[in-house]
């Protein structure tokens, strides 16, 4: 699935490149290509497209002119946010790889534990982890993915955008991009006139977009923490289908929030239910798992043929039809165990049982017939949903993990959508984790992003004699702050795919 996914993206970065070569190649397109780039100011390069405009100036402009000093206290703020935010991440980027060599050397000493066991175990607890689309960002969440990165970033760069406004700063354009797979914004300002003014002005500007994700990240946990709450007044709890993917076999028969009431016999409330009686169902021996009571006259009248004293290596059916399937029981007349091929649906419609003995209120001829397969891994499962009958699957339990997802909430009222089960919180999540990282990555003091302009300011502003003797410890400073940021990185990449 990964290696389909990074195919398909350089194929269609190929075609992008080849098509924009192209069009520039030949005279005849050439002059109204280039118009048409000029006026969405857009350029195209090998992984990387991005578009460059001005039409928003005059709203960043309306924005910030719009009570300036509730803007100006706003920023001001976000000043002692962006330093918090710094501290707080230049602490964690040196306390990671102290914590990285003190685990290394424990494992490395106990000879009781395996290396690859102990960073198998501690790779879900690592604090920075690499976001890939198709290696843990699930394809489907592709539409979260790339909705909350763009809301993070646009989000940002309004920060930038507005605070330059209210600090009579001009802003020259704004831009976005797409490198790869990642999209971004970005804003230009006037350089010049960031220099002419106080390094404190300077400040309230370049802390806006850590200010503003920080911000983000606040309204996005605010959201998850009421859900539960909206949840509770207008869903009601039940094991409702959210997804099934297309590469099950029931694809077309289990419907989309349908409410799935049984499982062989098992019952189903909630998600938590669901997966109780899968790792039960998959716990259990095929012979003991969950059979049905038949009379020998009914086995008779349903069975193609009967095989008397069946051994457990042979298929009694023989694949006579897809439709039936191979059933083992025991009788009085034959205590030995019997197998028949009878119709897997008629068979399945009569009541369930585990021993002879469940079924024997309803007479003693009853058997309690139990479904067989030769490999002990594929199973006849019956499930009971509220939109239709009874689905028989036959496979794996770890096919039904895989390809069924389930939720534990349904909605009270038909206009109400299943969204804020699923996927508004998925969203916020997405947007919490997004927001914080461009928050804690701008606020370390490293070439390139705003960490660096935000310590150029904050010098010169508490010392502006220093800020003039500044360029060897400055430089020094930003070194080792991007060192350390590239050295967490790499060890995040390193730890989590090795």
């Known amino acids: 699935m990964f290696i389909r996914f990074i195919l398909q993206v350089i194929i269609f970065w190929l075609i992008i490149y080849f098509i924009n070569h192209l069009l520039l190649r030949f005279q005849t397109t050439r002059r109204s290509y280039n118009r048409l780039l000029r006026l969405f100011g857009c350029h195209v390069s090998i992984f990387n497209i991005g578009f460059y405009t001005t039409s928003f100036n005059r709203i960043f402009y309306q924005i910030g002119r719009r009570n300036p000093r509730l803007w100006k206290i706003w920023f001001t703020l976000g000043i002692f946010v962006a330093f918090i935010t710094a501290i707080c991440a230049c602490l964690i980027l040196i306390f990671l790889p102290l914590k990285y060599i003190y685990e290394f050397q424990r494992s490395t000493s106990s000879l009781t534990k395996n290396l690859s066991n102990v960073i198998e175990?501690?790779?879900?607890?690592?604090?920075?982890?690499?976001?890939?689309?198709?290696?843990?960002?699930?394809?489907?969440?592709?539409?979260?993915?790339?909705?909350?990165?763009?809301?993070?970033?646009?989000?940002?760069?309004?920060?930038?955008a507005i605070a330059a406004s209210v600090e009579q700063v001009r802003v020259n354009g704004c831009g976005y991009f797409l490198f790869i797979v990642y999209p971004g914004a970005y804003v230009d300002l006037n350089h010049e006139q960031i220099q002419?003014?106080?390094?404190?002005?300077?400040?309230?500007?370049?802390?806006?977009?850590?200010?503003?994700?920080?911000?983000?990240?606040?309204?996005?946990?605010?959201?998850?923490?009421?859900?539960?709450?909206?949840?509770?007044?207008?869903?009601?709890?039940?094991?409702?289908?959210?997804?099934?993917?297309?590469?099950?076999?029931?694809?077309?028969?289990?419907?989309?929030?349908?409410?799935?009431?049984?499982?062989?016999?098992?019952?189903?409330?909630?998600?938590?239910?669901?997966?109780?009686?899968?790792?039960?169902?998959?716990?259990q021996h095929p012979q003991q798992s969950s059979g049905y009571c038949l009379t020998q006259t009914e086995i008779q009248l349903l069975s193609n043929h009967i095989e008397f004293n069946q051994t457990s290596n042979y298929d009694c059916c023989q694949n006579l039809s897809q439709k039936n399937y191979c059933f083992l029981f025991h009788?009085?007349?034959?205590?030995?165990?019997?197998?028949?091929?009878?119709?897997?649906?008629?068979?399945?419609?009569?009541?369930?049982?585990?021993?002879?003995?469940?079924?024997?209120?309803?007479?003693?001829?009853?058997?309690?017939?139990?479904?067989?397969?030769?490999?002990?891994?594929?199973?006849?499962?019956?499930?009971?949903?509220?939109?239709?009958?009874?689905?028989?699957?036959?496979?794996?339990?770890?096919?039904?993990?895989?390809?069924?997802?389930?939720?534990?909430?349904?909605?009270?009222?038909?206009?109400?959508?299943?969204?804020?089960?699923?996927?508004?919180?998925?969203?916020?999540?997405?947007?919490?984790?997004?927001?914080?990282?461009?928050?804690?990555?701008n606020a370390v003091p490293c070439y390139a992003f705003d960490g660096q302009y935000i310590l150029l300011a904050l010098i010169e502003y508490l010392s502006p004699n220093l800020y003039q003797r500044r360029h060897n410890r400055l430089i020094f400073t930003l070194i080792f702050g991007t060192c350390l940021l590239i050295i967490n990185v790499s060890l995040a990449f390193a730890r989590y795919f090795l």
């Open 121 to 160: 175990n501690e790779r879900d607890q690592l604090s920075i982890q690499p976001i890939i689309p198709g290696v843990n960002v699930p394809l489907e969440q592709l539409g979260h993915f790339f909705l909350a990165l763009i809301l993070c970033t646009i989000f940002h760069e309004l920060g930038h």
């Open 196 to 283: 002419m003014i106080t390094a404190y002005r300077q400040l309230r500007i370049y802390c806006a977009g850590v200010f503003h994700n920080m911000v983000l990240v606040l309204i996005a946990l605010i959201f998850l923490l009421i859900n539960p709450f909206i949840i509770r007044h207008f869903y009601i709890e039940a094991a409702t289908v959210y997804r099934v993917s297309k590469n099950s076999p029931i694809y077309n028969l289990l419907p989309s929030h349908s409410t799935i009431q049984f499982i062989d016999g098992c019952n189903v409330n909630t998600s938590n239910d669901w997966y109780q009686c899968l790792r039960l169902i998959k716990d």
């Open 331 to 441: 009788s009085k007349q034959y205590l030995n165990q019997n197998g028949a091929c009878m119709e897997a649906r008629s068979v399945t419609n009569h009541p369930p049982c585990l021993l002879n003995s469940d079924c024997q209120r309803q007479g003693n001829d009853v058997s309690c017939v139990h479904p067989f397969s030769i490999d002990n891994v594929t199973r006849l499962i019956r499930i009971v949903h509220n939109q239709g009958p009874p689905i028989l699957f036959v496979g794996s339990i770890n096919e039904i993990y895989q390809t069924i997802t389930i939720q534990s909430y349904q909605a009270k009222y038909n206009f109400i959508s299943t969204i804020f089960i699923t996927e508004i919180p998925l969203f916020f999540q997405y947007v919490a984790a997004f927001s914080f990282a461009l928050a804690f990555f």
